[in-house]
């Protein structure tokens, strides 16, 4: 099978395509015939071993894929061959092949084809966890959504626009912005050409419920200065690069709440809640995923570098079909 093959850490373009040897399928264990796979921003750090775990090379890198199932191992009863699924790890899906336990698997609605289910994954389902139990977003609430054009930021427009919040989305140029607007954000910031303290003090006189930042870096306290009392401040992920400091007097002075995301902490019962609802978006395409590039097997280096320079417009994919 052919794979993108780190070989040893560094820039993307480190990545090579190699033919390798299938995968063994063991116990409770299908091997899959991927059809697309999702480029996200760990992908690029696990490849200059900046992530927070580190893969030992050499390693096929890629963490969401979509496609259909081509073999069963042993203690496999709920799925059959032919079954098409999609699934989250931490590395692996950058392959025309690829073994994963069943138990993690989930089932790609009816009528929802590999490219759209492959990009719907970690994006969609953190933002709106984020936004259900983290954030806690109402019917009305202002929010704000840094990094609006990217994978997590997007989902957040798309999905805070469903549960019927106002949108003020914060991008790095206009283009990102249109897509943002044309998802239903109510006010569009271009952190780079205006000032964002007073671009969000003008936009939000009362102040925000709430802000997700799968950013971080520089915009993080304007945003934060931009809560109103009580807000809920969630940070996602720090895709500037930058780990920001926050002042700690304006927690005190403001009453905000900062809060970070991550899956387990969800409680169970509002997991199963929001996984159920999440599905019931998809399957009705009430929310589609927006997929600014597409990019062969061959060309995967290059799409890890459109995303690590943060060029990427919703989500990026690797066709493998």
């Known amino acids: 099978m052919l794979a993108a093959v780190c070989p040893a850490y560094g820039p993307p373009e480190v990545v090579r395509i190699e033919d390798l040897p299938s995968p063994g399928v063991g116990e ?32 096929i890198p890629g963490s969401e894929f979509a496609g259909e199932i081509i073999e069963l191992g042993p203690g496999v009863d709920d799925f059959a061959v032919g079954d098409r699924v999609t699934d989250t790890g931490l590395y692996g899906a950058f392959a025309e092949e690829v073994v994963v336990d069943a138990a993690g698997l989930a089932r790609i609605p009816d009528g929802v084809d590999d490219h759209t289910a492959a990009a719907f994954g970690v994006a969609y389902r953190t933002a709106y966890h984020t936004l259900r139990s983290v954030a806690k977003v109402q019917s009305g609430d202002d929010v704000v959504v840094l990094g609006a054009g990217g994978g997590v930021g997007l989902a957040a427009v798309q999905l805070g626009v469903q549960l019927s ?109 929001n996984e159920t609802e999440l599905a019931e978006l998809l399957a009705t395409r009430r929310v589609l995923p927006h997929i600014g590039a597409v990019y062969p097997l061959a060309e995967t280096a290059a799409a890890l570098r459109h995303v690590a320079d943060g060029k990427a417009i919703g989500k990026v994919l690797i066709d493998l079909t």
């Open 28 to 59: 409770g264990q299908v091997r899959i015939r991927v059809g697309a796979a999702a480029v996200n921003y760990p992908d690029v750090l696990l490849v200059a071993n900046q992530y927070q775990i580190s893969v030992p090379p050499p390693f």
């Open 165 to 273: 919040a106002a949108i003020i989305a914060v991008a790095s140029s206009n283009e990102k912005l249109d897509v943002a607007a044309s998802y239903g954000a109510r006010h569009r910031i271009n952190y780079r050409s205006d000032d964002l303290r007073q671009q969000l003090k003008e936009a939000l006189p009362e102040g925000a419920a709430a802000v997700v930042d799968p950013v971080g870096g520089e915009l993080s306290e304007p945003a934060l200065r931009s809560l109103r009392h009580g807000g809920r401040f969630v940070t996602v992920g720090y895709a500037s690069g930058v780990i920001p400091r926050i002042p700690l007097n304006l927690v005190l002075v403001k009453g905000v709440h900062v809060l970070g995301f991550q899956f387990q902490d969800v409680p169970p019962d509002e997991f199963a809640r």
